[in-house]
Nanobody, 121 residues
Framework: VQLQASGGGLVQAGGSLRLSCAAS????????MGWFRQAPGKEREFVAG?????DYADSAKGRFTISRDNAKNSVYLQMNSLKPEDTAVYYC??????????????????WGQGTQVTVSS
């Protein structure tokens, strides 16, 4: 599976961005899909995931929404009410473990190249 993330950019605090991740391969629907992020000097962390269910990091709950379109081999992350602390490189990932949905980086086998999100105050 090859993943291509896009949609990052510079936005003011309180604004919104929609990240997209396009996947290759015919078995996209079988994978759990996740969004992770990595800020400078910090470890890569789980943001949101979807397989049979959806899950969010506490920092994303109520502000971010993950969705997927299996017909388009794509997963999306709608980010609203963005804060400066959301600034990071965002990565999409695919994993074969679909239940229970995992927040662990080690359970995701394929990674996209990342897209930069910068939120100004």
């Amino acid at each position: 599976v090859q993943l291509q993330a896009s949609g990052g950019g510079l936005v003011q605090a309180g604004g919104s961005l929609r990240l997209s991740c396009a996947a290759s391969g015919r078995t996209f629907s079988r994978f759990a899909m996740g969004w992770f992020r990595q800020a400078p000097g910090k470890e890569r962390e789980f943001v949101a995931g979807t397989s049979w269910s959806v899950d969010y990091a506490d920092s994303a709950k109520g502000r971010f929404t993950i969705s997927r379109d299996n017909a388009k081999n794509s997963v999306y992350l709608q980010m609203n009410s963005l804060k400066p602390e959301d600034t990071a490189v965002y990565y999409c990932a695919a994993g074969s473990r679909v239940f229970p949905l995992s927040q662990s980086r080690g359970d995701y086998d394929y990674w996209g190249q990342g897209t930069q999100v910068t939120v100004s105050s």
